[in-house]
Structure formats: structure tokens, C-alpha cells
Nanobody, 124 residues
Framework: QVQLEEFGGGVVQAGSSVRLSCKVSEGGYTMYQVGWFRQAPGKEREFVAAGTWRGQNTYYSDSVRGRCTFTRDLAKSTGYLQINNLKPDDTAVYYC?????????????????WGQGTQVTISA
């Protein structure tokens, strides 16, 4: 059983950056791919970024590509999502998720485990 927990949310100014952390507390050895999703108020949850847990492959949604970086520190069992040049549309609850296979990284249904989410609010 994999346990994930997100950290790093809060209220941040538009134009600044935020770095979210996804701490893997158990079962990390079973993970193949990690994804980040977000859900804005009144909207469905959407894909943000993903990557292989032990590799270098990364994928980004069009909405964050060019200002978002997904990295991982295996020694700390932690993944990071940094988003620069934040916009009001980035306001959302951000979730990290993991899967033990290599199913479509863009789909929620591909992921086996989810964190509880962390709120990021962009202030003008």
C-alpha cells in the first residue's frame, strides 16, 4: 500500500512561484509513475504533470508547460512540482497520485493511489 501526502500549498501572489511536495511514506518501491492533478472550484479534476518515478521522463499539460517542472528526490522519497509565473487560473487543490503500471498518465483512472490534496490559492 502506497501512502502519499502533499505539502506546500497556501496563498501565493500572481506571478510568483510555488513548489509542492509529494511525500511517499510507504510502498514507494511499487510505484512506476507519479502524476499531479488539480481541481479548481466548480471544475473537474485535470491533469497537470506526470513522470516515471525512477526515470527522467516527464509530461506536462498545455496549461502549465513551459512554467512547470516535475522532479523527484528518491533519497527523500519525495516528488516536487514547481509552477512559475502563477496565474489566478492556477488556483486549485493539487493532488499527487501514483500507479504501479504505465497506463495513460493523463487519466485519473490510471492511478492506484492518491494523496489528500493541498490547496493553492493565487492572489492578484
Amino acid at each position: 500500500q502506497v501512502q502519499l501526502e502533499e505539502f506546500g500549498g497556501g496563498v501565493v501572489q500572481a506571478g510568483s512561484s510555488v513548489r509542492l511536495s509529494c511525500k511517499v511514506s510507504e510502498g514507494g518501491y511499487t510505484m512506476y509513475q507519479v502524476g499531479w492533478f488539480r481541481q479548481a472550484p466548480g471544475k473537474e479534476r485535470e491533469f497537470v504533470a506526470a513522470g516515471t518515478w525512477r526515470g527522467q521522463n516527464t509530461y506536462y499539460s498545455d496549461s502549465v508547460r513551459g512554467r512547470c517542472t516535475f522532479t523527484r528526490d528518491l533519497a527523500k522519497s519525495t516528488g516536487y512540482l514547481q509552477i512559475n509565473n502563477l496565474k489566478p487560473d492556477d488556483t486549485a487543490v493539487y493532488y499527487c497520485a501514483a500507479q504501479q503500471d504505465s497506463y495513460d498518465w493523463r487519466l485519473e483512472s490510471s492511478y492506484d493511489w492518491w494523496g489528500q490534496g493541498t490547496q493553492v490559492t493565487i492572489s492578484a
